[in-house]
T-cell receptor, first 112, second 114 residues
Framework: KQEVTQIPAALSVPEGENLVLNCSFT??????LQWFRQDPGKGLTSLLL?????REQTSGRLNASLDKSSGRSTLYIAASQPGDSATYLC???????????FGQGTTLQVKP | EPEVTQTPSHQVTQMGQEVILRCVPI?????FYWYRQILGQKVEFLVS????????KSEIFDDQFSVERPDGSNFTLKIRSTKLEDSAMYFC????????????FGNGTRLTVT
């Protein structure tokens, strides 16, 4: 059974720092991995999607990497800003129905 | 940018009552999903839906749950007889293709069962 774990559970950094969020999954047979952002009381906003054949994806200050064989992904946020404060969720797709298995998230606080 | 719309944003109901949560997916999307998040817990998959039928469901999605696409725009989740443990945030999502498209989520309906 696929399990997704995110470390750390919470992170507080000063504005301007570069940071890395970690995601691990137990079954390397995945179709893709998706990173989401969740603001309090809101839905999930898709940030980056990495296909199983890809190693990384970039969008602006965000870079996500995937090492399928070791069951790991990282989300790198460059030059963090207070507006980046949110919970970041990692999710993997292990079936061709689009079902996602989520981690518990990392809650990020960027202090001005 | 097109978005997934969910109504209502908050629903309070009494145990044993039926509730219908409504979603309008992005118009050209073909795959539809319901997820839920109990307070403080992970987001959990409930069901995926394509071509007017369920393509996968979780063990949570028992006989008390049903989904329907009654017309060309709406996608609904019905809980027949709500229990206290059904209290959660329910998210609808849609995607253009099952793979490799990303899922787009709505803002959720907070269901409180008293």
């Amino acid at each position: 059974k696929q399990e997704v774990t995110q470390i750390p559970a919470a992170l507080s950094v000063p504005e301007g720092e570069n940071l890395v969020l970690n995601c691990s999954f137990t079954d390397s047979a995945i179709y893709n991995l998706q990173w989401f952002r969740q603001d309090p009381g809101k839905g999930l906003t898709s940030l980056l999607l990495i296909q199983s054949s890809q190693r990384e994806q970039t969008s602006g200050r965000l870079n996500a990497s995937l090492d399928k064989s070791s069951g790991r992904s990282t989300l790198y946020i460059a030059a963090s800003q207070p507006g980046d404060s949110a919970t970041y969720l990692c999710a993997v797709s292990s079936s061709n129905t689009g079902k996602l298995i989520f981690g518990q998230g990392t809650t990020l606080q960027v202090k001005p | 940018e097109p978005e997934v719309t969910q109504t209502p944003s908050h629903q309070v109901t009494q145990m044993g009552q039926e509730v219908i949560l409504r979603c309008v997916p992005i118009s050209n999307h073909l795959y539809f999903y319901w997820y839920r998040q109990i307070l403080g817990q992970k987001v959990e998959f409930l069901v995926s839906f394509y071509n007017n039928e369920i393509s996968e469901k979780s063990e949570i999605f028992d006989d008390q749950f049903s989904v329907e696409r009654p017309d060309g725009s709406n996608f609904t989740l019905k809980i027949r007889s709500t229990k206290l443990e059904d209290s959660a945030m329910y998210f609808c999502a849609s995607s253009l293709q099952v793979l490799p498209s990303p899922l787009h989520f709505g803002n959720g309906t907070r269901l409180t069962v008293t």
